[in-house]
């Protein structure tokens, strides 16, 4: 039986983890992205200071999959790292996700995990059908903590109201009665040893893959291909054909601070209300790094730029689903990833799309 030859469309979690699952079988495959490098998303790189900082903002890894978690330690030893938050609220810093802490000291008050409990259910509001993240807000912290912590923020981060995204975006977030203030609490919260880029130059290291950066994909390559994995964006495959799907952008602003070792006391400060970024992330709580100086990201969302965030509200799911009708009529071209599919995907979320989908192209070559 002749080799299968496949392409993959982007260096990203998607297109990696499924070129190393196919190459593994004894395809050959050719990676492609259009960026100078590996990662997609995910990518790091020591900044002209030495310190390793994310590119296209913070990412930390958290999952409760033990199957995702033992596939990417093939390619990474990890370290231990629980992401927190604070949001400043009146020029103070409170805890975020809402959790007991935020609540006493928010409203100067002293109360035990389940006076906490039962505050929330006093201030929250009765939603008989949550369809929205301003439903999920209001029902689980009530209108002041949405005002103060969510409202704000949702807008800039999206240019919508809380009231025109699907619930899913806030949901996101939990409410917490107890002390516990970590951003997550998913079973395993870990950040590459050595960082993304490395991890990922490990899993596309194979004689079975061949990765050509800066190359833009063309649809007349595909008759070269025994099949294609195209995890950019699906509109742009199908040439916009039913209009464009919104998608949400960021610019950064990265910035060293050579004379402070810490500039921050936890991995990222959120700002809902004040000043036109939404977050301020410092990456060596995230990676630990020892190093004289500290580097900073900001995030300023905006519409135009690179496409980051599928927007999930019903309307832009509907037309998702006329692409994704498409997409199922393709016969050997696959569709994965947050772009490919239009969905708000964390990373751990990517992987597990990208070893089912690998699973899918291999049963169907058997
Ligand atoms: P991508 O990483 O976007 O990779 C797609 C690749 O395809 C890109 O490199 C692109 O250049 C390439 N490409 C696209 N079109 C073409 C084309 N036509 N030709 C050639 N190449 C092409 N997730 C977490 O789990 N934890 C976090 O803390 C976290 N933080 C995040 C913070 C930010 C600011 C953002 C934007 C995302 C965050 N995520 C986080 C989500 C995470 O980035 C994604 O889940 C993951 O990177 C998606 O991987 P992907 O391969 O689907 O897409
Ligand atoms: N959110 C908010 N206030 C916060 C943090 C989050 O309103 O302090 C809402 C906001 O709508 C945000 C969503 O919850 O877009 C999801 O937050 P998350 O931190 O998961 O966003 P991401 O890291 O994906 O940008």
Not at 96 to 109: A, D, H, K, Q, S
Not at 168 to 188: L, M, Q, W
Not at 239 to 267: A, I, M, W
Request: charged share 25%; hydrophobic share 35%; glycine share 6%.
């Amino acid at each position: 039986m002749s080799v299968k030859k496949f392409l993959v469309v982007g260096a990203g979690f998607s297109g990696a983890v499924t070129a190393r699952q196919l190459a593994d079988a004894g395809f050959s495959v050719t990676v492609i992205d259009k960026r100078p490098h590996i990662a997609g998303n995910a990518y790091d790189h020591l900044d002209e200071h030495g310190v390793l900082v994310h590119k296209y903002g913070p990412h930390i890894f958290h999952t409760n999959s033990k199957r995702v978690f033992q596939w990417l330690s093939q390619f990474t030893d990890w370290r231990f790292y629980e992401h927190r938050v604070l949001a400043q609220v009146n020029q103070k810093l409170y805890p975020i996700p809402i959790n007991r802490t935020t609540i006493n000291e928010l409203y100067g008050l002293q109360l035990s995990e389940a006076e906490v409990e039962s505050y929330l259910k006093d201030v929250s509001i009765k939603v008989e059908k949550i369809s929205t993240s301003e439903d999920v807000v209001l029902s689980s912290v009530g209108t002041d903590l949405c005002e103060k912590f969510f409202r704000g923020y949702t807008r800039k981060q999206w240019g919508l109201d809380l009231s025109q995204l699907s619930a899913g975006v806030a949901a996101r977030i939990p409410t917490r009665s107890n002390s516990d203030d970590r951003y997550f609490s998913d079973e395993f919260q870990f950040m590459p040893a050595a960082g993304y880029s490395t991890m990922f130059a490990r899993m596309l290291e194979s004689s079975n893959i061949k990765v050509e950066l800066g190359k833009e994909f063309n649809k007349s390559d595909e008759q070269l291909f025994d099949g294609v994995v195209y995890t950019g964006p699906i509109d742009q495959y199908f040439d916009y054909c039913y209009g464009k799907l919104p998608y949400r952008s960021l610019s950064f602003k990265h910035q060293h601070h050579p004379e402070d070792d810490r500039v921050q006391q936890v991995g990222t400060i959120n700002f809902p209300n004040d000043y036109d970024y939404t977050r301020i992330t410092e990456f060596k709580h995230l990676t630990g790094q020892k190093i004289n100086g500290t580097s900073v990201v900001y995030e300023f969302p905006t519409d135009e730029g690179d496409p980051y965030y599928p927007i999930p509200r019903p309307e832009n799911n509907s037309l998702y689903d006329k692409y994704r009708d498409l997409a199922e009529s393709c016969k050997s071209t696959y569709f994965v990833g947050r772009l490919a599919q239009y969905k708000y995907y964390n990373m751990d979320q990517v992987v597990g799309a990208a070893l089912e989908l690998s699973s899918k192209i291999l049963a169907a070559n058997r």
